[in-house]
């Protein structure tokens, strides 16, 4: 529909520019990896027996750091970072830009309603994700099993990256609710990615301190931490629910606000 | 059937008001006339009937549906020219305007064939893009989009400002032969001129209420110009003594009045004199509204 | 000034909440110390056995990290990323508004040189940064002292927490020279926390990776806690970068402005 080519159009260059700065990212870590290598072995032993609060200050909670895939599990996080940044600008973006750019005045007055609107608006910004998301796919394999030299990690990077879309997707839903409740569409980017930073520091507390724990709820990092993932070879189911729900009810909260209050000239 | 027609509708932006039991009916086929100082309510009632914001009580209908409740299914057969154009800066003209012709049940083949004539009539190049526009010309693309698609009603908000005189009145050309095609215009400005020239009816609004709807042709009787005018040799102040004629000032061989009434009266008493130099000013807002407030003290 | 005095009321909800946040941030944090420093002999021990390359990969020096200036110069890190936000922020943001906002025609118009406008905005964005980093300081200085098992040396501490704004002076520069280029940024936080984000993660790769070279580039990086530490004082080579950098960008930004041509808002 022409909303959601327009969008798709808009955004083009944007999209090429987060994924060339993920593959870069990826890439350029796993490169470098063999350097590393060198002195594998003996880190594995030593780092384990070091204490929890020392682990979590250096990220390398759970990983295998002589692998290819551990590595790579530590290298997730900046990855999960940046396409949570990705995503919640996303999200506010596409939903507030109208009222940003004082054009709704054309848009909505427009033979559509503003649901129909939403709709093209979220797939495109859908599509954008998904895209995203094949990229650091497909830059990871090639990384991990190319430059890194690793085997055997391909079902853990599936496994992450399925997690990474859960969490793209639970930011991008948010940042488009806060789009759709906010009247100051200026707001609406700044205050989507303060809460993913919130998260992210909520994430950190819970890893620094264990006591720190029933928090975890609140931090979309940990549903899909990549530590965790590659321990268990599977996702919490509870983690799962509560992103969908976190996703759905963000999505028709975004349809139920923005449809039923003024839009700001 | 009314093309518009608002049962005490009511918007409150919190505790400002907007406008307050608003009742308006324009029929199918007029050119409504909707005159009013600035923040008067002119564009909160426009918004309201687009659907763009919802009223705090009341109702509209256009062609008979509800406008909020089937919104965009009226809007197939709308136009609309808001005041202040803003559009996508990464488009050209043309992109935008198939854009927005993209969004109606209508051969894009005809709509495309309408936006390239009127693009002509207008003078407007294609092939710009927005960003690169000045702002007349962005009015223009607002024009071009408001009718491309042939809509049954044409609403439009402060539509002449930026536009200079030549392509107002190519402007104010095409709307009356939209309006000869069978189109309702619905036109709301603050330059009574304009209203005078182009509606059939008008109403006014101050203060977001509706303080009358008149005929054309009575506010022209109505209104009040003043006259301002120099004689050759020093006038008799009783050659001014005809109906019609108020607030008389004579200061040597200068003389200010106003006049309501029939012009050719005026004139007729005017060709009598020897005249130096006549200015003849139209009424401002402030006069016409307090001729308003006077008429409804006088019920 | 009247610009600067503008411009300073319009960013006061945003200061207070940005020193707000980060004073908050900092506190949590240190609080974790008391938690850390429990396990300090049985970690150093362990860390003693690994091999040079590792602990500088990981950024380890043994004789300083587990003191509090050594946890604190790694806090810090975390609060530097934030507060670097707020510099870019307000940086790009402070100029790029008038075009955005379509209000450069009433304030450039105005008998007021293009320098001078620019001169008060950098300042009011100075004085932010400032005054939100003094907060942080005087917060973080009460911490450390509330959770320190011993004392410790607040010199350091101070040259540490200096940082901080050295670090939001390069973005802010950087922010300044965005907004002067850009043709229209419509959305500041989608030009600043990419950009920040990406330097962030560029020195962490290269913290990781034991690579020198990074550390030129990165702006997060030029102050590294445990030279600090070591040497008391700051090193400087990356000092004299970032003042050329700071400088060239802030000129080049003044003559940007001054010479470019003022697109007719509407």
């Not at chain 1, 990983?63 to 940046?82: E, H, K, N, R």
């Amino acid at each position: 529909m022409n909303i959601f080519l327009r969008e798709l159009k808009a955004h083009r260059t944007g999209t090429i520019w987060w994924s060339v700065g993920i593959v870069s990212l990826i890439a350029a870590g796993m490169a470098k990896y063999a350097a590393y290598q060198a002195a594998g072995q003996s880190v594995t032993d030593m780092l384990s027996s070091l204490p929890r609060t020392v682990q979590v200050v250096f990220g390398l909670t759970g990983f295998d750091l002589a692998t290819a895939s551990g590595f790579y599990g530590v290298l997730f996080l900046y990855i999960a970072v940046m396409a949570a940044v990705h995503a919640s600008l996303l999200g506010a973006n596409l939903i507030s830009k109208e009222e940003r750019d004082r054009t709704s005045e054309f848009l909505y007055a427009k033979p559509i309603s503003r649901g129909r609107a939403l709709t093209a608006k979220l797939l495109a910004g859908l599509t954008m994700i998904v895209i995203l998301n094949l990229v650091t796919y497909v830059s990871s394999i090639y990384s991990v099993n190319y430059l890194g030299n690793g085997t055997g990690a391909d079902s853990d990077i599936l496994l992450l990256t399925v997690g990474l879309l859960f969490l793209q997707l639970m930011f991008f839903a948010i940042g488009a609710l806060v789009a759709g409740l906010v009247r100051k569409p200026k707001a609406a980017p700044s205050l989507a990615t303060s809460i993913m930073f919130v998260t992210f520091m909520v994430f950190y507390l819970v890893n620094l301190d264990a006591s720190l724990d029933f928090l975890k709820y609140l931090t979309p990092f940990k549903y899909f931490d990549a530590a965790a993932l590659m321990a268990t070879g599977q996702f919490d189911p509870v983690f799962v629910v509560l992103a969908v729900a976190i996703i759905g009810l963000s999505i028709f909260g975004t349809y139920r606000f923005y449809s039923a209050r003024d839009l700001t000239v | 059937m009314n093309a518009i027609e608002t049962t005490k509708l009511t918007k409150y932006y919190g505790k400002s008001r907007g406008i307050v039991d608003v009742d308006m009916t324009v029929m199918e086929g007029e050119i409504f006339g909707f005159i009013g100082p600035n923040g008067a309510g002119k564009s909160t009632t426009i918004r309201t009937l687009l659907g763009l914001i919802y009223p705090t009580s009341g109702s509209a209908t256009i062609f008979g549906k509800d406008v909020i409740k089937r919104g965009p299914e009226i809007r197939q057969e709308v136009g609309y020219l808001p005041s202040e154009v803003f559009y996508y800066d990464d488009m050209r003209a043309i992109d935008l305007l198939r854009y927005s012709a993209s969004f109606y049940n209508r051969s894009t083949k005809a709509i495309e064939k309408r936006i390239r004539y009127l693009a002509d009539l207008l003078d407007l190049d294609l092939k710009k893009k927005i960003d690169d526009l000045s702002y007349g010309n962005k009015k223009k693309v607002g024009i071009i989009q408001g009718l491309a698609h042939e809509p049954k009603l044409i609403i439009l908000d402060e539509p002449t400002g930026g536009l200079d005189p030549l392509i107002q009145q190519q402007f104010f050309n095409l709307l009356k032969e939209e309006n000869d095609k069978g189109a309702t215009i619905l036109f709301s400005s603050h330059i009574l001129g304009e209203v005078q020239k182009l509606c059939d009816r008008v109403a006014i609004i101050k203060e977001g209420t509706i303080i009358e709807v008149e005929q054309i042709k009575t506010l022209l009787e109505n209104s009040t110009k003043r006259f301002k005018l120099e004689t050759v040799s020093a006038p008799d102040a009783a050659a001014f003594d005809i109906g019609g004629v108020s607030d008389l000032a004579v200061a040597g061989h200068a003389v200010s009045f106003l006049y309501r009434g029939h012009i050719n009266d005026v004139t007729q008493m005017l060709a009598k004199l020897d005249l130096a130099d006549l200015l003849v000013e139209e009424p401002d807002l402030e006069e016409i509204f307090m001729h308003y407030y006077q008429k409804g003290d006088g019920r | 000034m009247n610009v600067y005095l503008r411009e300073m009321k319009a960013y006061r909800k945003s200061t207070i909440i940005w020193a707000a946040s980060l004073s908050a941030m900092i506190v949590i944090f240190m609080s974790l110390y008391t938690a850390f420093s429990t396990d300090v002999a049985a970690v150093k021990s362990v860390l003693g056995q690994f091999p040079e390359i590792l602990r500088t990969a990981l950024n380890i020096s043994l004789t300083s990290f587990f003191t509090l200036n050594g946890f604190y110069g790694y806090l810090l890190s975390f609060a530097i990323l934030a507060a670097a936000i707020q510099a870019m922020n307000i940086g790009t943001g402070v100029i790029s508004k008038e075009a955005a906002g379509k209000t450069a025609d009433f304030l450039l118009s105005k008998p007021i040189t293009r320098s001078r406008v620019v001169s008060a905005k950098l300042a009011a964005a100075l004085s932010v940064v400032l005054i939100t980093d003094v907060v942080f300081w005087v917060v973080a200085y009460i911490s450390a002292l509330s959770v320190a098992k011993e004392p410790f040396d607040a010199g350091t501490f101070f040259l540490m927490s200096f940082t901080l704004f050295l670090v939001q002076l390069i973005f802010m520069a950087l922010g300044a020279l965005f907004a002067v280029s850009l043709p229209k940024i419509k959305s500041v936080v989608s030009v600043s926390l990419p950009t920040v984000f990406t330097f962030y993660i560029i020195g962490m790769i290269g913290d990781v990776l034991a690579n020198d070279q990074v550390r030129y580039i990165s702006p997060f990086k030029f102050y590294d806690p445990a030279y600090i530490i070591a040497h008391g004082s700051l090193d400087g080579t990356y000092l004299a970068v970032e003042a050329v950098f700071v400088v060239a960008a802030i000129a080049l930004s003044y003559v940007i402005y001054v010479k470019k041509d003022v697109r007719a808002s509407a």
